[in-house]
């Protein structure tokens, strides 16, 4: 088992700056790709960004790409996702997830949630 805690999150003003954390316990957190989704009201649970668990290997959505940074620090066991320029759009509730097959924009192929933080960015 694996625990997820997010943190960090919380309201900004367009352009602004955010950075979330996933603070993970359990199993050992270095075997884990780990991702982040986010879900706006209404609307379904999108891929944000994967990292590997080696931290040699990234991937981010179109839609935030150049702006978001997503890292990890094994020996803290905790994933974070920088989030620069932030726009209205970027509103939603974050979740981090764990998985230990190959890293994946799919959320449905996670194992582990955690139980989001809630990010809001006015225009």
């Known amino acids: 088992q694996v625990q997820l805690v997010e943190s960090g999150g919380g309201l900004v003003q367009a352009g602004g700056s955010l950075r979330l954390s996933c603070a993970a316990s359990?199993?050992?957190?270095?075997?884990?790709?780990m991702g982040w989704f986010r879900q706006a009201p209404g609307k379904e649970r999108d891929f944000v960004a994967v990292?590997?668990?080696?931290?040699?290997?990234?991937y981010y959505a179109d839609s935030v790409k150049g702006r978001f940074t997503i890292s990890r620090d094994n020996a803290k066991n905790t994933v974070y996702l920088q989030m620069n320029s932030l726009k209205p759009e970027d509103t939603a509730v974050y979740y981090c997830?764990?998985?230990?097959?190959?890293?994946?924009?799919?959320?449905?192929?996670?194992?582990?949630w955690g139980q989001g933080t809630q990010v809001a960015v006015s225009s």
């Open positions: 359990g199993r050992s957190f270095s075997g884990y790709n």
């Open positions: 990292i590997s668990w080696s931290a040699g290997s990234t």
């Open positions: 997830a764990a998985r230990q097959g190959a890293g994946s924009t799919y959320a449905n192929v996670y194992n582990y």
